[in-house]
C-alpha cells in the first residue's frame, strides 16, 4: 500500500544531520507516485496548543496584509518512513480556507532549532489538510500544468500523516517556495521574494506583501514602478511593462488561472501568489500557490455569482468557470489595452493545445483515486465523488472555452479595486451564562444573563434589554423566502455538495400585504449551496403574499440530493455549514437595543464547534457586530468585524442544553463595503475595444 523509498530503508539519519551521506533527495519525497508515511511526536500539551492557534482577522485581513498569525514553532520530532529527523520546528499553517483544529495544515521546518539538512534540495515539509481540495487531486493537477506550460510551479506528492499517534489521513505535500525553489527554477535564490494574500499591486497595498527570507531590502524599485503604473490613468505602457515583467509569461500564467478555475487566484481574488524578483533578468515573475479549490473542487466558486467571486458578469461564462478572470489589477489593465483580448484568447487556444491534455488528466486522475484508496480516513471518503466532479471539468473544459469565443472579447468589470482599510473603532468584553440550545428558533432569549461593555470611537455604548443565546451557526438564504399563507408544497430536489443528510428547513420569510388564500406551494429551487431558495406561490382562491426575503436556515445534515417535502415550496437544505463544509460553529449571539437611538445592536461570535466539542477552556473567536435588523439574502457582510478572545470558566460541552459561562474580550474593527467589480460591488461592465 505505501512504497517505502529505498534510500530510506537503508539508512536511518538520527539526531541533527548524522549520516548524512545517506540523505534522500527532494524529487524522493515529492514523488506523486508513492504515499509517504510521516509522523510527528512532541509533547500532547505543545500539540493541542498548536492545533488551536487560530487566524485572527486584523485591519489588514481585507485590504491585503492577511490576519495576524499567531502560529508558533514547537520542537519535535519528525519520521519519514524510517528516517527520524529530531529537533524539528513544527507549526501551524493557513488561512480562513484551510483553517482546521482537528486536522490542521502543518508546516515542518527542519532546521527551525538544529542546522541539520537531512534532506538534499527541500528544507521543509508544508502538509496541506485538503480541507478544500477535497478531491485530493486539484493541487497535483494544477501545478502539473503550470511546469508543463514552462513556468516555475510546486511539485507536490502524497503523504499519510500521524501525530502523536493519531491519524490525520491524507494530506498533500507541497514543495515550498524557498531558496532551492527559487534556485532550480531561476537559476539565482538571491532576489527579493513575496507573498500576496488578498492583497492586489497597488501603491498603497505593498506595504502589506509578506516579504520573505527576513529580507531588508524592502520593496524593490521594479515592483514600485508596477504599481505606479497599474494605478496610473494613463494608457499601459506595454513596452515599459515587458521591461518590468515578462509579459508573455504573465499571459500564460493569467490564461492559467482561468483554464483550470483556479478562482482564488491572483486574478481573480488577488490572492494566493508569490511575485519573485530575479536579478538574472531583473524582472518580475509570478508563482502560483494555494491552488487546492481549482478544477470545479468547489463548485459554484468558479462561475456562481457571476463567474465566481468579483469574476466577470454578464458574460458567457459557461457554467463552471469563466474564460477570463479580470479583478487584479494587473489582468484588468491589461484586458482593456488594445490587442490584449485577443492576445489572451490565442494564449488560450496555445494551451489547449499544447498543454491541456484531457486522456493524461483523467489518466492521473485514476491513477491517484487507485493509489489513495486504502488510506482514505473517514473524513475523506467523499474523495472519489469530487474526483469525478473534477472528471466532468477535465472533460467539458475545452468545449466551454470554445463556445465563449462566440462572445469574445466578453463584457467585465472595467477598473482597479482600491484596497479597502478596516480600521479599529471600538471594544467590547464582558462576561455570559448561556445553555446551548440547538438552532435560534428553539433558544430561549430570557434564560440567559450578560454583562457588556462596549465602546466605539473612544464613547461608551449602552444598550438595555440586553439579551444572550447559543446555537448552531445560521447563515443566509440564497434566494426569496417562502411564501405567505397557504398549504406547504413539496421541496425541490437538492444538489448540495455531498450526498446524503437530511434536509433543512428555511426560515420564515416576511410577508406582503396581501391575504393568503388556499392552494399549494410550488416546487423548490433547489439550489445545493446552503439553504434553497423557495418556490413561487401557487394560485389561490384569494391574492397570495409575494414571497418574503426571510433567511434561510442551514440544516444539520449534509447536503440532500432527492426530493423531499419542505414547508412553503423551499427545496431540501444545503450543507451543515456554511457552502456545505462540514458542521457550522457555534454562534453566542449578544442583542440588545441602544439606549440614545433605539437601534438594535448584535453582536455574533463564531466559535469553533471542535474545540468546544473536545473541551478546549480558551478559543480565538471572529465575528460581526451589526445594527439594525438582520440582513437578508447573500452579499457582502456589512457591520463591524469583531476578534479577540473568549474563556469558558469550565470545559465546554457541545451537547444540546450544556450551560456554559464565561467571558471575552474583542475589538471591533470597520469593515467596508467591497469595492467596484467585486463581490457586492457595482457592475461597470465592458468589453476591451
Not at 531583473?282 to 508563482?287: K, P, S, Y
Not at 465546554?652 to 463595503?673: H, R, T
Request: aromatic share 8%; with cysteine.
Amino acid at each position: 500500500m505505501v512504497l517505502l523509498l529505498a534510500v530510506i530503508a537503508t539508512a536511518m539519519i538520527s539526531h541533527r544531520g548524522a549520516n548524512a551521506g545517506g540523505r534522500p533527495k527532494a524529487e524522493q519525497l515529492l514523488d506523486p507516485n508513492r504515499v509517504l508515511e510521516i509522523r510527528l511526536r512532541l509533547p500532547d500539551a505543545d500539540w493541542r496548543e498548536l492545533r488551536n492557534q487560530s487566524l485572527r482577522p486584523g485591519p489588514n485581513t481585507f485590504s491585503g496584509g492577511g490576519g495576524e498569525k499567531p502560529y508558533e514553532y514547537f520542537q519535535g520530532d519528525l519520521w519519514i518512513e524510517s528516517l527520524l529527523v529530531e529537533d524539528v520546528g513544527i507549526r501551524k499553517k493557513g488561512f480562513f480556507g484551510s483553517q482546521d483544529t482537528q486536522f490542521p495544515s502543518l508546516i515542518v521546518d527542519f532546521n527551525r532549532f538544529v542546522d541539520q539538512n537531512p534532506v538534499k534540495g527541500l528544507g521543509r515539509f508544508t502538509l496541506n489538510n485538503n480541507k478544500q481540495d477535497t478531491g485530493l487531486v486539484s493541487q497535483l493537477l494544477v501545478y502539473h500544468l503550470y511546469r508543463k506550460a514552462g513556468l516555475a510551479a510546486p511539485r507536490v506528492g502524497f503523504a499519510r500523516v500521524r501525530v502523536n499517534g493519531e491519524d490525520l489521513g491524507i494530506y498533500c505535500n507541497v514543495e515550498s517556495v524557498k531558496k532551492a525553489f527559487l534556485e532550480d527554477h531561476f537559476e539565482d535564490d538571491s532576489g527579493e521574494l513575496y507573498e500576496g494574500t488578498l492583497i492586489d499591486l497597488l501603491p498603497e497595498g505593498l506595504g502589506a506583501l509578506d516579504q520573505k527570507f527576513d529580507s531588508e531590502a524592502g520593496i524593490v524599485p521594479q515592483l514600485r514602478e508596477l504599481a505606479e503604473m497599474l494605478a496610473s490613468d494613463e494608457p499601459l505602457d506595454l513596452e515599459r511593462l515587458d521591461q518590468l515583467m515578462d509579459v508573455d509569461e504573465f499571459m500564460t500564467f493569467w490564461a492559467l488561472e482561468a483554464l483550470t478555475g483556479f478562482w482564488d487566484s491572483y486574478s481573480n481574488n488577488k490572492n494566493n501568489y508569490y511575485l519573485y524578483y530575479s536579478p538574472v533578468d531583473e524582472r518580475l515573475h509570478f508563482i502560483p500557490w494555494g491552488a487546492d479549490g481549482a478544477l470545479n473542487t468547489m463548485p459554484g466558486f468558479g462561475a456562481g455569482f457571476g463567474g465566481g467571486f468579483g469574476g466577470p458578469r454578464g458574460g458567457n461564462a459557461g457554467p463552471s468557470a469563466p474564460p477570463i478572470y479580470t479583478q487584479g489589477a494587473l489582468a484588468n489593465r491589461l484586458y482593456f489595452t488594445p490587442g490584449i483580448a485577443q492576445r489572451y484568447r490565442a494564449t488560450m487556444e496555445r494551451l489547449l493545445e499544447e498543454v491541456w491534455d484531457e486522456d493524461e488528466l483523467i489518466g492521473e486522475i485514476d491513477r491517484v483515486e487507485a493509489m489513495l484508496a486504502g488510506d482514505l480516513t473517514d473524513r475523506q471518503r467523499q474523495a472519489p465523488q469530487t474526483m469525478e466532479r473534477v472528471r466532468a471539468f477535465v472533460r467539458g473544459r475545452r468545449a466551454e472555452l470554445e463556445r465563449s469565443w462566440d462572445d469574445w472579447p466578453i463584457a467585465v468589470a472595467r477598473g482597479v479595486t482600491r484596497p479597502q482599510t478596516p480600521r479599529q473603532v471600538g471594544e467590547a468584553s464582558g462576561s455570559f451564562e448561556v445553555s446551548l440550545s440547538e438552532s435560534a428558533a428553539t433558544a430561549d432569549k430570557s434564560a440567559g444573563t450578560v454583562e457588556l461593555e462596549l465602546t466605539m470611537e473612544d464613547e461608551a455604548v449602552r444598550l438595555v434589554d440586553v439579551t444572550v443565546v447559543a446555537h448552531a451557526m445560521e447563515f443566509p438564504a440564497m434566494g426569496p423566502g417562502g411564501r405567505g399563507p397557504g398549504r406547504g408544497g413539496p421541496g425541490g430536489p437538492g444538489g448540495g455538495f455531498r450526498p446524503g443528510g437530511d434536509p433543512g428547513n428555511r426560515g420564515p420569510g416576511a410577508g406582503g400585504p396581501g391575504v393568503g388564500g388556499p392552494g399549494v406551494g410550488g416546487p423548490g429551487a433547489g439550489r445545493g449551496f446552503g439553504p434553497q431558495a423557495g418556490g413561487p406561490p401557487a394560485a389561490g382562491n384569494g391574492p397570495q403574499r409575494p414571497q418574503g426575503p426571510g433567511a434561510g436556515r442551514v440544516g444539520p445534515g449534509q447536503a440532500g440530493q432527492g426530493p423531499g417535502p419542505g414547508p412553503n415550496g423551499p427545496g431540501q437544505g444545503g450543507g451543515a455549514g456554511p457552502f456545505g463544509f462540514g458542521p457550522p460553529p457555534w454562534a453566542l449571539v449578544i442583542s440588545g437595543t441602544r439606549e440614545s437611538d433605539d437601534q438594535v445592536v448584535t453582536l455574533t461570535l463564531m466559535l469553533d464547534r471542535a474545540m468546544v466539542e473536545r473541551g478546549e477552556r480558551k478559543l480565538t473567536v471572529n465575528g460581526m457586530l451589526r445594527e439594525g435588523a438582520e440582513p437578508t439574502g447573500f452579499g457582502p457582510p456589512q457591520g463591524f468585524m469583531l476578534s479577540g478572545s473568549l474563556e469558558f470558566a469550565e470545559e465546554p460541552s457541545g451537547e444540546v442544553g450544556a450551560a456554559w459561562a464565561g467571558k471575552f474580550e474583542l475589538q471591533l474593527n470597520e469593515f467596508p463595503a467591497f469595492g467596484p467589480g467585486g463581490m457586492g460591488g457595482p457592475r461597470n461592465l465592458q468589453r476591451p475595444e
